[in-house]
């Protein structure tokens, strides 16, 4: 059975970066072999794309709220996603997960429908 498990949530002030990781154990595939994502939720709010990375990482995409301070990266040999988050605001507070094993389906890469595996979720918590 797939295990993604994620790290590196944590609480930070306006301003500061944190870096989340996504890796996986027994999962019998190269997370880069496929399309793989960022979501996060805010409570009471609806799951959000965060970020996307295609296969082999050579192409990457991100939400217009996250664009130009988060950065998606992914080592092959560590079978591991990551997830940079940089000038952080108050509003990316939420539970990230990571999503993996994605395939480049309707409304890629941003409907969630399209990832096979989930992470259980890491909390970032932003204060101003």
């Known amino acids: 059975q797939v295990q993604l498990v994620e790290s590196g949530g944590g609480s930070v002030q306006t301003g500061g970066s944190l870096r989340l990781s996504c890796a996986a154990s027994?999962?019998?595939?190269?997370?880069?072999?496929?399309?793989m994502g960022w979501f996060r939720q805010a409570p009471g709010k609806e799951r959000e794309w965060v970020a996307a990375?295609?296969?082999?990482?050579?192409?990457?995409w991100f939400s217009d709220s996250v664009k130009g301070r988060f950065t998606v990266s992914q080592d092959r040999a560590k079978n591991a996603l990551y997830l940079q988050l940089n000038s952080l605001k108050p509003e990316d507070t939420a539970l990230y997960y990571c999503?993996?094993?994605?395939?480049w389906g309707v409304g890629a890469p941003l409907n969630p429908d399209n990832y096979g595996d989930w992470g259980q979720g890491t909390q970032v918590t932003v204060s101003s």
């Open positions: 999503a993996t094993r994605g395939t």
């Open positions: 027994r999962s019998g595939y190269i997370m880069s072999d496929y399309y």
């Open positions: 990375l295609s296969p082999g990482g050579g192409a990457t």
